[in-house]
């Protein structure tokens, strides 16, 4: 029993890096998204607290009293130039809530701080946690750190309003249905040219999966140059059609294609990755088995379908469900090719609310929805699809 004990801990202390690793960049996470999701989170105002402020400054520009002169003033002068909140939430520059500024009314040690000012004891540069500490009599620690409201439910009441939620939603799912079983069917297609014995086979294998060890924003920005009006598609098209009054399209730009462009070039980069998946599941099945449909008469048609597609079935499952997963989570190629909203994934509205409009709580309701659709998605593929045929 002392060995088996022994045994687990030395087990633990090597895991012990990979199991910090997943608490602190994957369960932790995951926590916070749905702690956040319930409150009105502000990433801008997280470190209000925590900037550096010289309050000589600060007071000087307030009262409208230099430094020098503060001496020649009585502290009760001093303050009928003061007013506690619009000192700290402009000259100070902290965004008050209602809550807050009844606190700083309340609270704030005005004499002393006009005082400490008077006498030049106040420190040349302080940070406003501390500051806080210090000049007020109570409740300091409400302004030590950044604290959002709690709102509930509300993000997701809120959601349930937002036209621009159900537009990006339904691209990804619009997104989905497409690509993933194309490039499945794209991936396995690809699987079975790689796994024929032709000469120059280990060339086409590196072909095929050369766009997936590509950088996506490389892949984006030629993607941009072949999709642009005059682009290289645009020429080809003009030059075999042109004479039928064919005319150039902005590919990226028009809302009715821009989400079917970026699609294909999603098929095409991803296909040769998933290729890869089916090639070792190709690579464990008996060649007898095709040779006794071989003997049987099976065609080539026949034996794809009948053979080869259902012995794939475990590799058909993961490549579908990871493949849902990602396309759900589109984010890249959208952020680099897409310029309006109407195109746009659920992903991409997450990174616009939480990173231009300052929304991350309502950005961490929107993750949270994301990820109960993946799982149900998940959940509802593997219950379809059996591993075992």
Sequence with gaps: MKYRTKEAIVGYLFSLPVILTVLVFTIYPIIAAFYYSLTDYQPLEARKFTYIFNPYDALEIHTGVLREEAKDYSVDELLSYFDPVSFIEIDVGVKLSDEEKELIKKNLDSLNLLADYREGRLPKEIKISDFMKRYMRNDSNRFTRYRPKFVGIQNFKDMFKDMYFYTSFWNAFLY??????????????????????????????????????????????????????????????????????????????????????????????????????????????????????????????????????????????????????????????????????????????????????????????????????????????????????
């Design 176 to 389: 989905s249905i497409i690509v993933v079983p194309i490039q499945t069917l794209l991936a396995i297609i690809l699987a079975v040219a790689a796994n024929s014995k032709i000469r120059g086979v280990n060339f086409f294998k590196s072909v095929f999966f050369l766009p997936a060890i590509t950088s996506s924003a490389a892949l984006s920005m030629i993607f941009w140059l072949i999709y642009s009006k005059p682009g290289i598609l645009n020429k080809i098209l003009l030059s075999l059609f042109g004479g039928f009054g064919f005319e150039p399209i902005d590919y990226l730009n028009e809302p009715n294609i821009a989400l079917f462009a970026i699609m294909a070039m999603n098929i095409w980069s991803t296909a040769g990755y998933f290729m890869v998946t089916f090639l070792a599941g190709l690579q464990d099945i008996p060649s007898s088995i095709y040779e006794a449909a071989k003997i049987d008469g099976a065609n080539g048609w026949q034996t794809f379908w009948k053979i080869t597609v259902p012995l794939l079935r475990p590799q058909i499952v993961f490549v579908s469900i990871m493949g849902t997963i990602g396309c759900m989570q589109v984010f890249d190629q959208i952020y680099f090719l897409i310029r309006n909203l109407r195109n746009i994934t659920i992903s991409f509205y997450i990174y616009k609310n939480a990173f231009e409009y300052g929304k991350m709580g309502y950005a961490s309701a929107l993750a949270v929805v994301l990820f109960a659709v993946i799982l149900t998605l998940s959940l509802i593929q593997r219950k379809i699809i059996k591993e075992e045929y």
